[in-house]
């Protein structure tokens, strides 16, 4: 069984940062991606960044230059970075683990199988 936990998500003003991470726990017995989708109130989710077992990163346009995504050797830990943060960056944030794919498909969020609860994060101005 395989379970998503995420952390680090708060309350910050606008230029501020926040890191967030998620720890899995259990295996799939395949090679990943992990990935961080976000969701706004009234809003569908979307993708954020997404990275495969060979640490090739996919990143959403409005998170190029802000955001880094990073995990750790085992491969069970994916981290958030995320810099200069703006109001509209505020949702809930949730990591996610699907079969290794294309970067075409990196950011949606069909391609996945496991969620964790998701972190708030809430950036004011």
């Known amino acids: 069984l395989v379970q998503l936990a995420e952390s680090g998500g708060g309350s910050v003003q606008t230029g501020g940062s926040l890191t967030l991470t998620c720890v899995m726990s259990g295996s799939t017995g395949i090679s990943n991606n992990m990935a961080w989708f976000r969701q706004a109130p009234g809003k569908g989710r979307e993708g954020v960044a997404s990275i495969d077992s060979y640490n090739d990163a996919t990143y959403a346009d409005f998170a190029k230059g802000r955001f880094a995504v990073t995990q750790n050797s085992a491969r069970n830990a994916v981290s958030l970075q995320m810099n200069r943060l703006e109001p509209d960056d505020s949702g809930m944030y949730y990591c996610?683990?699907?079969?290794?794919?294309?970067?075409?498909?990196?950011?949606?969020?069909?391609?996945?199988?496991?969620w964790g609860q998701g972190t708030q994060v809430t950036v004011s101005s």
């Open positions: 996610a683990v699907g079969s290794q794919m294309h970067s075409s498909w990196a950011l949606q969020p069909s391609g996945y199988m496991y």
